[in-house]
């Protein structure tokens, strides 16, 4: 296979770690981790994926040594990875792993030396204005991933990190849709629970929402569930039959 096919190949094997249109997290991330290593001829490769908010951290590794590594280095907040995506410090040439790095590194680097890797490469996985993570080579003296193998590494990360902000973005998007339409439905819950009231009562719509409202506050009940009752029928009779407040009353 020659290498614009085992480029094509990783492409289309990244490509395929998405179901049902989006990626498989951390499926995309142990491809990623995977085809650099047979791609660009490094002795391993590991992913780290942190874009903020919620989600928590995730690491993967093309065996499970450097896995290990990345996922102790999360709780560390040490080594390349966390310097990429964490400070924007991209180690785009090989760094030797030495007494230097150790002394920023006191856990990675030792590790790192103990596994038989000598230098690292870290690339950021970005979009403009935000990284999600980075991916990191790793090589001895004689292994070390050359400008051009560092250039098709940039570009599966560019892909990668695209194929991952998208996939964020369209989830962002499915739960502000699901914020919208609960509001909504507890926005129309209410208006018919005002009209329940309104007739049961005769007065008007505004002077429903504030007898609906004083009823939910004065039982510390959420106004929406109280509305619910009110049209389905289940309400405190004091609340939709005025003449049982009376009676209730004296």
Known sequence: MTPQQRLADAFVALAGSATEGSPDVPETLATLAARSTSLLGVRAASVVYAPGGREQPQASGSDPDVAGLEHEALSWHEGPGHGAYGTDARLTAPLHLDGATQR??????????????????????????????????????????????????????????????????????????????????????????????????SMSMDDAFDVLRSHARSRRRLLNDVAHEVVDGLADPSLTDPSTESHLSE
Do not use: C
Not at 147 to 174: I, K, N, W
């Open 104 to 201: 920023h590194w006191p856990r990675y680097t030792p590790a790192a030396l103990a596994l038989g890797h000598t230098h690292v490469v870290a690339l950021p996985l970005q979009v403009p204005a935000r990284a999600l993570g980075a991916l990191v080579l790793f090589s001895d003296h004689g292994d070390a991933p050359s400008p051009d193998a560092r250039a098709l590494a940039r570009s599966l990360v560019d892909f990668t990190a695209l194929m991952l902000h998208r996939a964020q973005e369209a989830e962002e998007g499915r739960a502000l849709n699901g914020q919208l339409e609960r509001a909504l439905t507890s926005r129309v819950i209410i208006e018919q629970a005002k009209g329940v009231l309104a007739t049961r009562r």
